[in-house]
């Protein structure tokens, strides 16, 4: 069974940071791009970054370029994103998702998602 | 702001049918593909169209999708009460090389 399960969010003061890890199981993780997404509280889908399978093309969203990076260690079947210098607007649930094919947005498994409170 | 435009509501009765449309641009809707989700109160979102109009696995047929020029359509037909929730259209901008969502969509099934 595929699943893909994010861990590491929680409440951080303005200006901190923070790491999340979405782990994969149940299929090839070194295959598939993967991609976050997160979603503000009462808010809509907000892209955030994307990584191919092996790791050397990276994409982010304007809003967390400079402060954000997304990683994976293929080996660990693990996905990351460091964030740092976070924001109140950057409080949301943060989801981990794979995509069915390389260069798409076709979201086929979502984790569960990992809430990211940034408040003092 | 969304870069892609969904109307903030729909609304329908069961058994009828409903279309919730993402409009976009030359940069977006009409060079790449689209995907639609569905996303029920506190839970993941859903995969339900993906390549415009491809429908994954385990997806009824009474969810269809489609793409013209800028714009693409999500069409529910024989609509149910458990059809009620937040529906998002997305894809890839090859301007920005960013991925994009829709502002969401919310269903009620009256």
């Known amino acids: 069974e595929v699943q893909v399960v994010e861990s590491g969010g929680g409440l951080v003061q303005p200006g901190g940071s923070l790491r999340l890890s979405c782990a994969a199981s149940g299929f090839t993780f070194s295959s598939y791009w993967m991609h976050w997404v997160r979603q503000g509280p009462g808010k809509g889908l907000v892209w955030v970054s994307r990584?191919?399978?092996?790791?050397?093309?990276?994409s982010y969203a304007d809003s967390v370029k400079g402060r954000f990076t997304i990683s994976r260690d293929n080996a660990k079947n693990t996905l990351y994103l460091q964030m740092n210098s976070l924001r109140a607007e950057d409080t949301a649930v943060y989801y981990c998702?794979?995509?069915?094919?390389?260069?798409?947005?076709?979201?086929?498994?979502w984790g569960q998602g990992s809430l990211v409170t940034v408040s003092s | 702001q969304s870069v892609l435009t969904q109307p903030p509501s729909v609304s329908a009765a069961p058994g009828q049918k409903v279309t919730i449309s993402c409009s976009g641009s030359s940069s977006n809707i009409e060079i790449n593909y689209v995907s639609w989700y569905q996303q029920l109160p506190g839970t993941a979102p859903k995969l339900l169209i993906y390549d415009n109009n491809k429908r994954p696995s385990g997806i009824p047929d009474r969810f269809s999708g489609s793409k013209s020029g800028t714009s693409a359509t999500l069409g529910i037909t024989g609509l149910q009460t458990g059809d009620e929730a937040d529906y998002y259209c997305?894809?890839?901008?090859?301007?920005?090389?960013?991925?994009?969502f829709g502002g969401g969509t919310k269903l009620t099934v009256l």
């Open positions: 997305g894809t890839w901008d090859s301007s920005l090389s960013a991925g994009l």
């Open positions: 990584i191919n399978s092996d790791g050397s093309s990276i």
């Open positions: 998702a794979r995509v069915s094919r390389g260069e798409s947005l076709n979201f086929d498994y």
